[in-house]
DNA sequence: GAGCATTCCGACCGATCGGGTCGGCATAAC
DNA sequence: GTTATGCCGACCCGATCGGTCGGAATGCTC
C-alpha cells in the first residue's frame, strides 16, 4: 500500500471542504456522515491539514472548517506530504528534495566505496512517477472528477509531452 | 513505503545473478556475502523469483541459480510483481489489468449510487506513474547502471514523449 | 449564565504485517 | 557418507496502521 487511510480521508475532506463552496464553517461531524467515515478518526487528520495549512478552524457551535486557499491552487503532493509524510519507495530511500537528489541509503550496505546498488534508480525512478502524478493534480480536478466523470487533464503548468491518463468515472 | 525488503533484495539478487553473467549456478550464499543480506531471508524470497520462472535452480553441491531470460527480457514490473504482489496506491485500489479499468472500491462507501470518490482519479494517475516506471526499467538497465554509473534510457519501446530522468551514481 | 455544539488533544489499544530466524528434510556432487 | 546446497513450514517479534475514549477548551444561543 502507497498511501495510509490517513490519506485517502484527508482528500476525501478537503474534497467535501471544497464542494461546500466556502460559505459558512462546516462542521466535522457533517462530513464525517456524508463521507461516512469515522468521526473520531478524522479530528485528528483535520489536525494535519490544519498545521499544514490547507483548512483554518471556527471553534465553538456552528464551528467548523474551512479551506484557505482556491481548490485550484492546492496540488495534492503537498497535501499527501502532509498526511501521510514524504512518500519514499523503499525505507532506505532519502528524499532529498533540496538538493534534487534522492539518496539512497542501503541499509545493510555499509560500504560505501562500492557504487550504488541498482535499485536506487528503480526507486528514482518510481519515485519520480509518484511524485509527478501527484504535482499534477489539483483539489479542482478532483472535485471536478466527482462531479463531472470525465477530467480534462488540469489546468497547464504541466510540462508538454507528459501525459496523464484521462480517466472515466 | 511503496515496497518491501522482499522486492528490494530480490531485484538485487538478480541484478547479482545477472552480472554473474549465466555460466556455473551461483550458490545462494555466495549472493548473501555479496550483498549482504540474510541468507535465510534470501532463501524465501528466491522461491518467489523461480515459481514466477525468473531463475532456474540446481540442487545439491555446486548448486544454486541462474536467470531463465536475458536481462534485457526481464521486466521490473513483472519482478515486483511477483515479489511484493499487486501494487495497490490504496487497499481500496483493484489493480483489474485485464479491463484496463482500475476499480476503486470505497471501503467506507457503501452506497454505490453517488459516483465514486475523487481519491479515484488520484489512485489512478499515481499507479499509473509507478506502473510506468517499473515497466520501462529492466533487469538490464540496472546491470548497466550499477556498472557504469549513468544510464541511456533503455531500449526503445517506450513510447515517445514519455520522460524518465537520467540518474548519476 | 446555562447549556450545547464543536474543536482540540493526549492516552490507549488491538490487529495486522513486515522482516526475519530456526530446524529439518531432500538432493546431488565428490 | 559426508558435505554443500536448495527447499519448506513453523515460529517470532516489534512497528505501525487504524482507530477509540475521555476530557478540556471555546464560543454560539437562548
Redesign the interface.
Known sequence: ???T?K??YG??LL?DLGQAGGGDPVALKAIAER???PLAYLERIVALLRKAGFVESTRGARGGYLLTRRPEDIR?DEVIAALDGP??????FIDDSATEAHKVVCS???DDET????????????H???V???Q??TLA???A??RG?V?ALGAGRRPA?????V?T?
Chains 1, 2 share one sequence.
Open positions: 500500500m502507497i498511501f487511510t490519506a485517502e482528500v476525501r474534497v463521507e461516512n467515515l495534492m512518500i519514499a519507495p523503499m525505507s532506505c545493510h550496505h555499509v557504487g550504488p546498488c541498482g535499485t536506487k534508480l528503480l526507486w528514482t525512478r518510481v519520480g512517477g509518484v509527478r502524478a501527484l499534477q493534480t480536478d478532483l472535485i472528477f466527482e466523470g477530467v509531452g507528459d501525459v496523464l491518463p480517466i468515472a
